[in-house]
């Protein structure tokens, strides 16, 4: 119901200032311990303490063809690690909706799982949101005439409510739960060492093409970004400016407030895009926003930062104006302009049945390391490519966004190094297409996606053969024109006088370094048994009778024997314990 600010906030102060305190008594109590303690328990109770080991050693991480009995088995697991994802609270229910975006990582009966982690929990009390207000807004709560206390929606970062500024219009006030940033800063801390720690027992191969460490990384900058609502205003108003008359049928809301806690932005009135009146569109005005859509996701990502989550949840259809709506800017991805060309480089090659020419263009995306078969990787990108236009000539139907995921999944497969930004690209493409079907089914995506081929050629020819993009390579090139003769001349006479020298310094893998580290230290730990076993056998022949430093011979080959004993056990141990972890994978 809409509650009026003076019935909803007490004149006197003193309540809140009662919340306040309870809120940061709630702050105090979240400390690393707890949570470690916590996230432990949970992963006990849900049976995940045996999930890596099982799932490495029977070899299913990045395994694409699976029998039933192992998609069974990973359901179960991917069941699991949700409830214990959404019992965790907000850091881990980001964490599942990120990993999602990995399915090149994860076995795809496991993402589907964590597709279904529910991000709507049970609102907070009113009067904690009363009080973030009142602490936020220069005004207050007299920022507004009132606020509906029923939230439009309550998830695990933060919850939006119907509000009316005073003399103003109907607005979505975005408030960010209180203790949700203590609780990332805490459990990002327990995630890192976890990361470390699978890091440690991955393959050497795995280890040069995946860090999981810079994975958790990004993940924690994306979330503390998204916690931020000047942040998420900002990404609101850039885009509004930027594409707002660009685009006929697609638009974003206004911003009028932000606060790092409190964003006040338009209220759509309207329905969401997967739920609205089916006779409520012509079937051109359909057509025209599938267009509008394909067209502002395919144009932001040519220019660098997109929307990453533009699934039906994330758009609203305005039943005024009716125009789609996207919601939600905490979670965008940015990418930089050679990889979105490459992108869109293999998008044409495909559409040409140009097989060769994408799996090309698919290897620029990637960096191979000294495990990579290249020449092996390319026939399986080439393969990939073939199989995808077979399985869908005709129909039209191509999922670019599900092939860049195969195609990153061969790459991870042979031991690339792939940019962490493109498999969330690859999702938010994959999102945007099943939006513009569900819009418009009649019309195929990557038709859409052809007939903007024009602009899009056009954008990328005007940042290659722009003057300033290109002004750092032409002011290169003249200092090297310049100085040219003189380094030349340099050179032939150091030949002419033979006097050239090659200085060459080997710089070894780390990971190659680290075994051979491991090698070293298990031989001089051999040595040293071998060593002890010799000296005792030694000490013992070379005192007849009597005794040698107050002991007796039979002492001297007791504690040999013990101490050789002891090292051999350790040196087999640690043998095991290497070549078990190195045959996860």
């Not at 009028?256 to 895009?273: C, P, Q, R, S």
Request: aromatic share 8%; glycine share 4%.
């Amino acid at each position: 119901m809409n509650a009026s600010v003076e019935k909803t906030y007490p004149e006197c102060l003193s309540s809140l200032s009662a919340v306040g305190e309870a809120i940061e008594k709630e702050i105090a109590e979240i400390t690393i311990g707890k949570r470690r303690r916590k996230i432990i328990s949970v992963f006990a109770k849900n049976g995940l303490g045996m999930f890596i080991k099982d799932v490495m050693a029977k070899k299913l991480i990045g395994k694409r063809k699976l029998s039933q009995h192992e998609s069974e088995y990973l359901r179960k697991i991917g069941k699991r690690l949700r409830l214990a994802f959404e019992e965790l609270g907000p850091t881990f229910i980001k964490l599942g909706q990120v990993l999602v975006t990995r399915q090149d990582l994860l076995p795809e009966p496991i993402t589907l799982e964590l597709e279904k982690l529910l991000d709507k929990v049970p609102p907070i009390e009113f009067s904690k949101i009363q009080y973030i207000i009142e602490k936020e807004l220069p005004d207050g709560v007299n920022t507004f005439e009132w606020i509906d206390e029923e939230p439009l929606g309550s998830a695990s970062l933060a919850q939006v409510y119907k509000a009316k500024l005073k003399g103003g219009p109907t607005v979505a006030l975005k408030v960010v739960r209180p203790t949700v940033e203590k609780m990332f800063q805490t459990d990002i801390i327990v995630i890192k060492k976890m990361a470390s720690w699978l890091q440690k027992r991955l393959p050497p191969e795995l280890q040069a093409a995946l860090d999981f460490r810079e994975l958790v990384q990004d993940y924690y900058s994306s979330a503390m970004d998204e916690l931020d609502m000047m942040e998420e205003a900002r990404k609101m108003r850039e885009m509004k400016k930027k594409y707002g008359k660009k685009s006929e049928y697609v638009t974003v809301p206004e911003v009028y407030e932000a606060t790092k806690n409190v964003l006040i932005m338009e209220y759509i009135d309207g329905w969401l895009i997967k739920d609205f009146p089916v006779d409520f569109f012509t079937f051109e005005e359909r057509v025209k926003i599938m267009i509008d859509l394909v067209h502002h996701y395919v144009q932001t990502m040519l220019d660098g930062h997109y929307h990453a989550d533009a699934h039906g949840s994330n758009i609203m259809i305005n039943k005024h104006t009716k125009k789609a709506v996207i919601i939600d800017w905490g979670m965008t991805g940015r990418i930089d302009s050679i990889m979105a060309q490459i992108l869109m480089r293999v998008i044409m090659h495909i559409q040409l049945n140009q097989a060769e020419d994408a799996a090309e263009v698919f290897m620029e995306l990637m960096t191979p390391t000294i495990y990579t078969d290249v020449v092996k990787m390319k026939d399986e990108l080439r393969t990939l490519v073939l199989n995808y236009v077979s399985a869908h000539q005709g129909s039209s139907r191509y999922n670019y966004g599900r092939l860049v995921l195969e195609a990153i999944s061969i790459g991870i497969k042979n031991y690339c190094k792939v940019p962490n930004g493109l498999a969330l690209w690859a999702k938010g493409f994959s999102a945007t297409e099943g939006t513009a079907r569900w819009i418009c089914p009649e019309i195929s995506y990557g038709q859409v996606v052809e007939a903007y081929e024009i602009p899009i050629l056009k954008s990328i020819l005007s940042k290659r053969f722009n003057f300033r993009a290109n002004a750092s390579l032409l002011a290169e090139s003249s200092e090297m024109v310049a100085t040219f003769p003189r380094r030349f001349n340099k050179v032939m006479e150091i030949l002419a006088d033979n006097k050239l020298r090659l200085n060459m310094q080997i710089q070894p893998d780390p990971v190659i370094r680290n075994i051979l580290n491991q090698i070293a230290n298990r031989l001089a730990l051999a040595l040293v048994t071998f060593a002890i076993i010799v000296a005792s056998g030694f000490i013992i022949s070379s005192i007849p009778n009597g005794t040698f430093l107050w002991m007796s011979k039979e002492t001297i080959a007791n504690v040999g024997l013990t101490a050789s004993i002891i090292l051999v056990i350790f040196l087999l141990w640690r043998l095991f314990r290497t070549r078990k972890h190195r045959s996860l994978f």
